[in-house]
């Protein structure tokens, strides 16, 4: 961490070398199965203006996004190689979809329809990939058993639309982070729903392209649904889509972001005192308590009142009283020489203490996901390579550093 050249109040250590070790394992893990980086989300949190360039160079082969802004942020960064929005994108933008040469989802005749008209009327071409929904209740041609033929009707008529090429066909599993005998059953049977739909299409005539159905826990549960890509997720970032044994003895993967706040002030109190909103805490027993210049607006979840805990000086402090929009106290009586600017470790490691990001959504009632996704823009990144920190990036100034 340079001090001069970030704010030193709550930032994010993010490891490049962890991302890169992860792709590495997750590539000799799929074999000749291609890759599509998924950096929805700000690259889930870790900054996808900086991680998914240095994703293609590490070998990506294709980039996952939730819509088109975030489509053009990373075709702004420099980002070359084939990108995949999941969600909607209006019609209205067909323009810059072929303009950028993204990739669109297309989930139901009446929106590829929509998409059609527009490419048309541009005198443009746009890539889509057929959605098919096996199972999951979201977008897609709804491939219920009861549905099944309708919805290859549909995206048949999708494929033959003018404006509109096929490069690619792919679903999304609902359970494939369940390792238990049902989770594993309904997994299956997506894969075969979509298989068949692929089949039915293939049978009429149609490229379905490029197939590809496996996110994080199907890269590392079901090798033989790799099929000809996969889109690797939360572990691309060394974190795993559920703690299950049968899940993270998959594949050793390693935490990219570390997140650190520090010591705004230490304050003696003495027995019965109150600390914070709610009076939610009274101090038993006269107590040390420093305010650590951290809260909800940066992303730590308020459900951490009086459970959480973080590390000073190597030693693990409790969180005490309620966490605040940009402040949490932390009881520090046992640990000796707290001062104003210590670093504190949110999550991440400080000699042999650890706190993961596991253990804060835990506490929180949430998923690691959310934990690293709620990270908020005001909060700066700052990018480790070969132990050094080569780039920071804070949004709050709207500028790179």
């Known amino acids: 961490m340079i001090e001069s050249e970030v704010l030193r109040r709550t930032w994010a250590d993010i490891s490049l070398d962890a991302i890169e ?107 889509v990939h057929l959605k098919f929904d096996t199972g999951m209740g979201r977008l897609g041609f709804v491939c219920s058993e009861d549905n099944f033929d309708l919805a290859i009707d549909e995206a048949e008529k999708t494929a033959r639309l003018p404006g509109l090429r096929v490069t690619g066909s792919f679903t999304h599993f609902a359970s494939a982070d369940e390792p238990d005998e049902d989770g594993v059953a309904y997994t299956k049977m997506q894969f075969s729903r979509f298989c068949r739909a692929c089949d039915a299409l293939k049978a009429r005539g149609v490229d379905v392209g490029i197939r590809h159905c496996c996110n994080s826990a199907a890269v590392l549960c079901f090798p033989e649904m790799h099929l000809d890509m996969v889109r690797p997720g939360i572990i691309l970032y060394g974190l795993y889509p559920a703690a299950q044994e049968e899940i993270t003895c998959r594949m050793k993967l390693k935490p990219a972001m570390e997140l650190r706040t520090v010591v705004s002030l230490v304050k003696d109190y003495e027995k019965g005192g109150c600390i914070s909103y709610g009076r939610r805490f009274t101090a038993p027993e006269d107590m040390k308590i420093a305010s650590t210049a951290i809260g909800y607006a940066d992303g730590y979840h308020r459900l951490l009142t009086n459970r959480g805990r973080m590390i000073v000086r190597g030693k693990y402090a409790p969180v005490v009283g309620s966490v605040c929009m940009d402040q949490t106290m932390l009881d520090v009586t046992g640990i000796p020489n707290v001062a104003e600017g210590d670093v504190v ?26 934990v690293i996704c709620a990270l908020a823009r005001r909060v700066p990144r700052c990018y480790y390579l070969r132990g050094e920190n080569i780039h920071n990036f804070d949004y709050a100034r709207w500028k790179e550093k």
């Not at 240095?54 to 294709?62: H, I, K, N, P, R």
């Not at 650890?354 to 929180?364: F, K, N, Q």
């Open 21 to 127: 070790y992860n792709f590495k394992k997750i590539k000799t893990h799929v074999g000749s199965a291609m890759v599509m980086a998924v950096v929805k989300a700000d690259a889930y949190g870790h900054g996808d203006r900086m991680t998914a360039p240095f994703l293609e160079e590490a070998g990506a082969d294709w980039f996952g996004v939730s819509n088109l802004g975030e489509a053009l942020g990373i075709r702004e960064s420099g980002v070359t190689k084939p990108i995949l929005i999941f969600g909607n994108t209006p019609s209205q933008c067909v323009s810059e979809l072929a303009k950028w040469n993204v990739t669109q989802a297309a989930y139901s005749y009446e929106y590829a329809k929509k998409l059609s008209d527009e490419a048309v009327r541009l005198g443009v071409t746009v890539d």
């Open 345 to 370: 470790t949110v999550f991440g490691r400080d000699g042999d203490a650890v706190v993961s990001a596991d253990e804060v959504a835990a506490l929180a009632g949430t998923i690691n996901y959310e």
